[in-house]
């Protein structure tokens, strides 16, 4: 068997993305599909960031532009620009990032806290930096990126689009 390898924990598998110049990484097990851009159906009275959704098999995906979310410039969308589809907690939700990268294993002792940037820097959407391949890569924590009050007002967005839908 693998006995030598029994005392090492085992890797953490990242889907990694570029988003302005930098990469990111996403757990993999969170990861449900990876598709092209597609326009998206617009939600009223909802933060920039937030797209719209999209149908996606039945089922409504709220969709995220991360750069808006991060406080970044907005930028076209081209060939290269993909919407990662995330699960949390049950739910899906897409982002929007420039390019996919590749999956990569990172050890856990390579990952490191992120470092406190003041208020310079808004750091709470990552949970950690790892190094790969003489690389840094910003490592997203997936749960933080969704706020409660943003569900809540795309749940009751969506049951007016779904109660003017069924009236007309």
């Known amino acids: 068997m693998y006995e030598d390898n029994a005392a090492t924990a085992p890797t953490v598998q990242q889907l990694t993305f570029g988003l302005a110049g930098e990469e990111y990484g996403v757990d993999i097990l969170s ?3 990876i598709r092209g851009w597609s326009r998206v159906t617009r939600i009223p009275q ?23 979310r991060f406080g970044l410039a907005r930028e076209s969308y081209g060939d290269s620009t993909v919407v990662i589809i995330v699960a949390v907690a049950e739910r899906l939700f897409g982002i929007v990032v420039d390019a996919v990268s ?16 003041g208020a310079i820097v808004d750091t709470r ?12 890569v910003m490592l ?4 933080k990126l969704m706020r409660p ?14 109660n003017v839908e069924v009236a007309a």
């Open 46 to 68: 909802t933060p920039d960031y937030l797209l719209g959704v999209l149908n996606l098999r039945g089922a409504i995906v709220p969709i995220m532009d991360l750069r808006l």
């Open 140 to 143: 997203l924590d997936v749960e």
């Open 102 to 117: 590749d999956v990569v294993d990172i050890e856990p002792a390579a990952i490191k806290p992120v470092p406190d940037m």
């Open 149 to 162: 009050e943003d569900v809540e007002t795309l749940d009751a967005a969506l049951t007016d689009v779904r």
């Open 125 to 136: 959407y990552l949970k950690g930096l790892a190094t790969h391949v003489e690389r840094m």
């Open 31 to 33: 990861v449900r599909e």
